[in-house]
């Protein structure tokens, strides 16, 4: 099973098609914390980034 992770204003929603709804994650840290949260929880996963920015615009966010 797969589901999708999407920022909407700045809070992310996980948008997995079993749920009646989309689910609130919240900020950025909140998804951190949910990964870390699958991670330890012994879940196996593989993670796939779809990103739509440039890559140079991209490296400026890393370095903040």
Same mark, same amino acid.
């Given at each position: 099973?797969? !589901?999708?992770?999407?920022?909407?204003?700045?809070?992310?929603? =996980?948008?997995? #098609? /079993?749920?009646?709804?989309?689910?609130?994650?919240?900020? %950025?840290?909140?998804?951190? %914390?949910?990964?870390?949260?699958?991670?330890?929880?012994?879940? =196996?996963?593989?993670? !796939?980034?779809?990103? #739509? /920015? #440039?890559? #140079?615009?991209?490296?400026?966010?890393?370095? =903040?």
């Amino acid at each position: 099973h797969w !589901f999708a992770i999407k920022s909407f204003e700045g809070i992310f929603y =996980n948008l997995d #098609s /079993t749920y009646f709804e989309p689910q609130r994650i919240g900020e %950025r840290k909140d998804l951190i %914390r949910y990964f870390q949260f699958m991670m330890e929880a012994g879940c =196996n996963m593989y993670l !796939f980034a779809v990103i #739509s /920015t #440039s890559i #140079s615009a991209l490296k400026k966010y890393e370095s =903040n």
